[in-house]
């Protein structure tokens, strides 16, 4: 009788199994399907980077300027942010994030085509960092578009109170497509790791990538592509466009410390979807990404003030603002890179270095850096990317990097090897700007002319070419 049992049993799991297998082969080969805390994370993440230009950006730049500037900041980076969005999605991103070569993507996504089917109502799914688990395309387009447009608004404020509007926005599309775009591509562009299927073909993988991908350079969200770009870029505008009227011997001081702390506030919000956000998932890496981007901006505004303090003997509001910035900027390719450790040293020499970037050195170059765009975003950018070599070490309270996609090994190639790295994308990321920035400029200054006139100038750009008034009090 428990024979008989026996092989009824077996008969009835064979046949229950039998039955079943086709459903258990296709939940098996079922594709991964984005998380909804993930794709709610990241739309969330976009909101808050929007809000880091509008308004954030355009009241921080606004209050340095001059009264009868205010407008004019305000509309250039209001209009600058706009005209971005638009030509992110129409060729921006499709040579950014698309396979290509190792400088530029292709043109599979023009006018975003290929990331929604109405036929079906099918979305197209991108990368993360973490296998069989991708997100909505759309998403990771709208995030990143937000990266590429502050990153052109902030070349502004090295320019700002005398170049045209119209100059301002035709450097914007000749910088925004060929050095945004190219770093972009370069830096971040990668198959993605569900591309790694055995150690075996990672060089082949690589291969697809943008050049310092394949290099090895870390930049979690945008030391090199975004602050070190627009920072000399900024460099070379000042240049080119020569310093203001009465610069050096009339009175230029910021006309609402208010606003720019208030601006400088809503960036530092807005900057943990920058870099928390650029995990790409509501994971660890976020977590990490935001007590870090936390952590070494209130250091920075600390290591700022208490230099200018002992410098200066008083600690300023403007001192503070910059110090938060610093901070923001120093952190943003370290974020996820590096350790709490990392964060601390990361914070406190961005205060010191950019107070020095802002004052000294600034005295040295003798360019009107209108809003110390370089002295920040460039010299900041540049510690951030080099101490993320540094600081990414495992023995420095680092996480590591992953070193092989296919297994998910975590490693560490050595603080020489990895600073060497680094160093090398910076040099070429800063190459590159420059000289993109400096055919740019001379380029609009040929088509449409570059700097307002004398006239125009002396009475302010808010009247002269918007005419409207900041203020009618």
């Not at 060729?91 to 400088?103: D, K, M, V």
């Not at 070429?428 to 006239?455: D, Q, Y």
Request: charged share 10%; proline share 4%.
């Amino acid at each position: 009788m428990p024979a008989k049992t026996a092989r009824m049993t077996f008969w009835l799991t064979a046949a229950l199994l039998a039955l079943l297998g086709p459903a258990l082969a296709f939940a098996e080969a079922a594709a991964p399907v984005p998380n909804k805390g993930d794709t709610a994370w990241m739309l969330t993440s976009t909101a808050f980077v929007l809000l880091m230009s509008v308004p954030a950006l355009g009241l921080f730049y606004g209050g340095l300027v001059r009264t009868k500037n205010m407008l004019s900041v305000l509309m250039q980076v209001f209009v600058g942010f706009s005209l971005i969005t638009v030509l992110w999605c129409i060729y921006g991103y499709s040579l950014a994030f698309t396979p290509g070569n190792a400088f530029i993507g292709g043109f599979s996504r023009l006018f975003l085509s290929g990331t929604f089917d109405p036929a079906t109502n099918s979305f197209a799914l991108a990368a993360t960092f973490s296998k069989n688990t991708p997100m909505y395309e759309l998403v990771y387009v709208a995030f990143q578009a937000t990266f590429a447009a502050i990153t052109c608004c902030l070349i502004l404020g090295a320019v700002v109170e005398r170049i045209k509007f119209s100059g301002a926005l035709l450097f914007l599309v000749l910088w925004f497509t060929c050095s945004y775009l190219p770093v972009a591509h370069m830096v971040w562009f990668w198959a993605g790791p569900d591309a790694y299927t055995a150690t075996a073909n990672k060089d082949a993988v690589d291969a697809t990538a943008g050049l310092l991908w394949q290099w090895g350079a870390l930049d979690f969200a945008g030391g090199t592509v975004v602050h070190i770009n627009a920072g000399v870029a900024g460099l070379v505008g000042a240049f080119v466009l020569g310093k203001r009227i009465g610069f050096g011997r009339e009175p230029m001081a910021p006309h609402s410390l208010t606003m720019t702390m208030i601006g400088a506030s809503l960036l530092w919000f807005g900057w943990f979807g920058f870099n928390a956000g650029s995990a790409l998932e509501a994971n660890s890496s976020a977590a990490l990404a935001f007590m870090n981007t936390y952590l070494a901006t209130a250091c920075a505004v600390l290591s700022w003030i208490f230099m200018e303090w002992m410098l200066k003997g008083k600690p300023s509001m403007l001192g503070a603002a910059s110090g938060a910035v610093a901070g923001l900027v120093a952190i943003t390719p370290a974020a996820g890179n590096v350790g709490i450790p990392g964060a601390f040293v990361i914070g406190l020499a961005a205060g010191v270095v950019c107070l020095w970037g802002v004052t000294g050195l600034k005295r040295i170059i003798k360019a009107d850096d209108s809003l110390d765009v370089f002295g920040i975003h460039a010299l900041g950018g540049a510690l951030g990317a080099l101490l993320t070599g540094i600081f990414n070490a495992p023995q420095l309270g680092g996480p590591g990097q992953v070193v092989d996609w296919a297994t998910g090994k975590m490693g560490y190639p050595g603080i020489g090897t990895q600073l060497l790295i680094q160093a090398k994308a910076v040099l070429l990321v800063a190459v590159w700007t420059a000289t993109v920035s400096f055919l740019a400029f001379h380029l609009v200054k040929f088509v449409v002319g570059i700097r307002v006139t004398e006239e125009e100038e002396r009475e302010g750009l808010d009247i002269s070419l918007h005419g409207e008034r900041a203020y009618d009090l």
